[in-house]
RNA sequence: GUCCCUAUCGUCUAGAGGCCUAGGACACCAGGUUUUCAUCCUGGUAACACGGGUUCGAAUCCCGUUGGGGAUGCCA
């Protein structure tokens, strides 16, 4: 069988990266398995859902390649269906109108009564709750309330679905029944909306059933129907819930894995039911776990930085991203981590898949940006940061073949794109000086007189022969009596305003010899 | 409150009862290479949340506690 998985997120805002990480995963499972990627909007929250949101995943989705299969579904586009489904489950007894029926009921999914069938409803044993003294029971379609005691004595109100309460029998502080919900009971709450209210009871007896499926990252998950309520699908506008339309949806188009975030793990429980009673094969479920942020908090809306588009300005590459975020709660098993594309379609495994959340670390992310940029072809390297360049005003005057000779000089030592920030001071003349570099390599005199000699000779050096500059500063400073490479430091802070870079020789040509004549002058007179 | 999920270095993780004196990566520290910085190389600090149990043997299985997250919405 063909496993078809989808990426459905709500197009409210930007794209968070726990979003897009539940989209690389069904993107990697889809491709590992051969199966098919498909995307679909729900767009129904009119409110949050708009133009430019839907633009912007899509943008997003295409900056990392996360191609999908066959056409976008907007869900706002399968209402009807939706609504169908709804009617279909009112027809069939499992949904129904709350309270008092008009046409703006809203309408709940019941939680099958009869369920013993079903593949995923197993009967855990007989159960029992203890009641406050002398409360009622309320028995009817739409379950039970009761009210129990907390461990600190205070009365607790409880809801539960009808089908929590299999064999049900409530009884009084005697042990004597006073109520049992024999078939004829039931055929009574269910069809003829009977409601009944036991007084005085003091406890309740029922054989209890469980709903399980077995989950691909976290294993065998199971719940008791007695801790399950009856939900909402249809709203009293109208509208369809969350659960009707993402099943649906989820049915018409053949969905068999759901790959999301384990907020839904809960839904999971509500989801089965429904598949079953809509007449589908229910799908295999992966649930996985969140990625908090460097406080280990869940990510909220304060969290400006967790955003997709936040990563590209900042100079992340997308497939340093994408291979940084396979690495959130995912490995390989066997120390990759710096993996291609290929390499991660053909190792993901779903069952690798941690059970626990994983906090984003920025640095880390960086390091592996860092290997990315440094593995890149040159060529690509100088096409990239060209591009990514035009964010800074001195690219408009820059000469592109002087702008590449820098790329090639200073992409092993760029770890993000936004690192060519500091380039500037190969296109224009520093504007000030590193103090600590000034106290140190432009203030002794020995060393101002070498760097006077130094501009000097750069004026007749050839252009474009690093050894040639290397030859010039050897040579004064062993006319000076100066140490081999001492004015290797003071030349760069004269030439570039900083102490850190790459080799002082390149840099030099890279600038041009004759402009690094005149720039140690300027910076020898700017600190007199 | 109830229910569900979860727990290995600071962080991401390996680990499916004996290969564990717990491995790798990032970060950090020390040393080396280097004209500075970065890279690179070598070495180091650093973890099985706690308490019971099962077993000849437990990071690994079970129970409990504690911590964290989620659900309990006419949000998705």
Not at 175 to 199: H, P, S, Y
Not at 287 to 297: E, F, S, T
Not at 448 to 476: C, Q, T, W, Y
């Amino acid at each position: 069988m063909q496993h078809r998985l989808r990426f459905a997120p709500s197009p409210t805002g930007q794209v968070h990266i726990g979003n897009i990480r539940t989209a690389i995963f069904n993107w990697l499972a889809a491709r590992h398995m051969g199966g098919k990627f498909i995307l679909r909007i729900e767009d129904t929250d009119l409110e949050r859902s708009t133009k430019e949101a839907i633009d912007t995943l899509l943008e997003c989705m295409e900056w990392l390649g996360l191609d999908y299969d066959e056409e976008v579904l907007y869900q706002t586009t399968q209402a009807q269906h939706h609504l169908d489904a709804a009617k279909k489950l009112m027809d069939d007894g499992n949904a129904y109108p709350l309270g008092p029926v008009t046409e703006h009921s809203p309408i709940l999914f019941r939680i099958p009564v009869f369920c013993d069938d079903f593949p995923f409803v197993r009967t855990v044993g007989p159960a029992s709750y203890t009641l406050a003294p002398d409360t009622a029971v309320e028995i009817s379609g739409g379950g039970l309330k009761f009210t129990t005691l907390s461990p600190k004595g205070k009365p607790v109100e409880n809801q539960a679905c009808l089908a929590g309460f299999k064999d049900l029998a409530v009884l009084n502080a005697a042990g004597q029944t006073l109520f049992a919900l024999t078939d004829d009971k039931l055929n009574d709450i269910l069809g003829n909306g009977a409601v009944e209210t036991v007084e005085h009871a003091a406890s309740m007896t029922f054989t209890r059933r469980e709903v399980f499926y077995d989950d691909m990252v976290k294993g065998h998950l199971s719940k008791p129907l007695d801790s399950m309520r009856d939900f909402i699908i249809v709203r009293s506008d109208g509208s369809p819930v969350f659960h009707l339309a993402n099943v649906c949806d989820d049915i018409t188009q053949n969905i068999t894995l759901i790959v999301r975030g384990d907020d839904h793990v809960e839904n999971t429980y509500r989801h089965l039911f429904m598949f079953q009673t809509l007449g589908a094969q229910v799908p295999s479920y992966a649930h996985l776990p969140m990625i908090v942020n460097a406080q280990g908090k869940p990510y909220s809306k304060r969290d400006g930085d967790a955003f997709v588009g936040d990563f590209r300005d900042k100079g992340v590459l997308p497939e340093a991203l994408f291979n940084y975020l396979t690495l959130l709660g995912w490995s390989s098993g066997d120390n990759r981590e710096k993996m291609s594309r290929e390499e991660l379609v053909e190792a993901f495994d779903l069952a690798r898949a941690q059970h626990s959340p994983a906090q984003f670390d920025a640095v880390k992310m960086a390091n592996l940006n860092g290997q990315y940029i440094a593995a890149l072809d040159p060529a690509v390297f100088r096409e990239r940061a060209w591009d990514f360049a035009a964010a800074y005003p001195w690219r408009e005057s820059v000469d592109r073949a002087k702008f590449d000779a820098v790329a090639d000089l200073m992409q092993t030592r760029t770890k993000l794109m936004t690192d060519l920030a500091a380039w500037t001071y190969f296109f224009a003349v520093p504007v000030d000086y590193d103090p600590k570099g000034v106290k140190k390599f432009l203030t002794p005199e020995p060393m101002r007189a070498a760097l006077a000699k130094a501009a000097g000779a750069f004026d007749s050096l050839p252009e474009n022969d690093p050894k040639a500059v290397e030859d010039a500063l050897r040579a004064i400073e062993t006319a000076d009596g100066l140490s081999q490479f001492a004015l290797n430091q003071p030349v760069r802070v004269a030439v570039c305003g900083i102490t850190v870079g790459a080799s002082i020789y390149e840099t030099v040509v890279c600038i041009g010899v004759k402009e690094c004549a005149r720039r140690i002058r300027a910076a020898l007179a700017a600190t007199a």
